[in-house]
Nanobody, 120 residues
Framework: VQLQASGGGRVQTGGSLRLSCAASGSIFSINNMGWYRQAPGKQRELVAAITSGRITNYADSVKGRFTISRNNAENSVYLQMTSLKPEDTAVYYC???????????????WGQGTQVTVSS
């Protein structure tokens, strides 16, 4: 089971990007999904998270600018980023809480990371 992220790139301040992440492999269920980011010299931080029931949670720094969504049928999570700022520059990682069979344990999966660069 793995997560594959895509959609990063370089944009100017005020621009938009949409990140996508899909889980593949033998998956029974996915509970929470989310996006984290890590800027150079900083710790990884939560950007946004979404439950299987689509309850969302955002970091204060991105509220009103970023929107997280998911497609349960496709085991995918998305992050629509608007009004991007240079301080949003980071490697973005998707994360999912996965079960591979009904009575099995939950696995905390991470995608490979995708670079987002916002230039001023």
């Amino acid at each position: 089971v793995q997560l594959q992220a895509s959609g990063g790139g370089r944009v100017q301040t005020g621009g938009s990007l949409r990140l996508s992440c899909a889980a593949s492999g033998s998956i029974f269920s996915i509970n929470n999904m989310g996006w984290y980011r890590q800027a150079p010299g900083k710790q990884r931080e939560l950007v946004a998270a979404i439950t299987s029931g689509r309850i969302t949670n955002y970091a204060d720094s991105v509220k009103g600018r970023f929107t997280i969504s998911r497609n349960n049928a496709e085991n995918s999570v998305y992050l629509q980023m608007t009004s991007l700022k240079p301080e949003d520059t980071a490697v973005y990682y998707c994360n999912a809480d996965v079960k591979t069979y009904e009575l099995g344990p939950r696995y905390d999966l991470w995608g490979q990371g995708t670079q987002v660069t916002v230039s001023s």
